[in-house]
């Protein structure tokens, strides 16, 4: 095969554009600090990357439900906490009654007092977050104490009992709500509001039996609430494990994603060294290689 100083010259231009393509390409990984741009650079890795990221999507969706969920378990172990005080106060005017020491007329302004602390236990089965009834089960957009259709008071508020869950994990669900049904109520249908009334009638009457047997009917009902109180403490509980062990995977994914995707700087530079010290010596041979008049022109 005769070889003519035409093909020498076409095949050093096509080994310069090779050595000028390896180099660009290892500037622009030095300038994005990454080790493809497109698909078709490494598609396996494109592959891997595209998993990564859609991985942490839903890491960052689950860190969103977990600051809901915190906030409907904060705001349900607050309203909880009024509630229980409130019914401490309820408690100890039951026993001031009950004792005897009140008068008649003391009697009359205990039944005041409590008529607008069980105000205030309507008001905490309202408790809202985020415009949602939190101790209306599912219908979050419903006030207990509120006929959705007349607009008109309810009374005694009526409590779905459903369960709101949202998801803090791939397939793991957890309950952020607590029944108002359950709270104001036990499982034998003796409600809080209802025992009120019929206390505060006792105390307006001055009826002295009804009144001492109303210490055997709140104490339940604070049990009740202390109950569900310790039940949203471990309901948090769990969520901050969760909520550590997400942290963890977002962590792992991010390092896996930087393994794939970003360059060893030290590594691309030696590479690109290389391949400069790969050009130059390319160029001196080529030089070799034109006929002496192109040279000099070049020159």
Do not use: C
């Not at 990357?49 to 890491?59: H, T, V």
């Not at 008001?123 to 957009?141: A, C, L, M, R, S």
């Not at 006030?143 to 008109?152: F, K, L």
């Not at 309950?175 to 105390?203: C, E, H, M, R, Y």
């Amino acid at each position: 095969m005769r070889v003519t100083q035409s093909m020498l010259s076409n095949q050093m231009l096509r080994n310069l554009s090779s050595n000028y393509e390896t180099m660009a390409k290892l500037q622009e990984q030095v300038s994005s600090n990454k080790k493809f741009s497109k698909p078709s650079d490494d598609p396996v890795a494109a592959m891997r990357a595209m998993g990564y990221r859609s991985e942490l999507n839903q890491i960052d969706q689950y860190g969103q439900n977990i600051g809901e969920v915190q906030s409907w378990l904060d705001s349900t172990d607050d309203a909880i906490s009024q509630g229980i005080d409130v019914l401490q106060r309820i408690r100890d005017l039951t026993v001031e009654a009950s004792n005897g020491s009140m008068t008649v007329d003391e009697r009359t302004d205990a039944a005041q007092e409590i008529e607008q602390l069980k105000e205030q236990l309507i008001n905490i089965g309202d408790t809202q977050v985020g415009g949602k009834y939190i101790f209306n089960g599912t219908k979050t957009n419903v006030r207990p104490s509120t006929d959705p259709t007349s607009g008109e008071a309810v009374y005694p508020p009526q409590y779905d009992d459903g369960t709101v869950s949202i998801e803090i994990f791939s397939g793991i669900k957890l309950p952020v709500n607590t029944s108002g049904k359950s709270l104001f109520s036990d499982d034998k249908g003796n409600n809080l509001f209802q025992d009120l009334d019929t206390f505060i009638a006792d105390l307006k009457n001055n009826n002295s039996a009804g009144i001492q047997s109303f210490l055997g009917k709140i104490d339940p009902h604070i049990d009740r609430f202390l109950a569900q109180q310790a039940n949203v403490g471990a309901r948090t509980n769990r969520l901050e494990l969760m909520e550590d062990r997400i942290s963890q995977q977002e962590v792992f994914t991010t390092d896996q994603m930087s393994k794939n995707e970003d360059i060893d700087f030290a590594e691309v530079m030696t590479q690109f060294s290389s391949a400069e010290s790969v050009f130059r010596a390319a160029l001196g041979v080529g030089s070799k290689v034109i006929q002496p008049t192109l040279l000099d022109f070049l020159r």
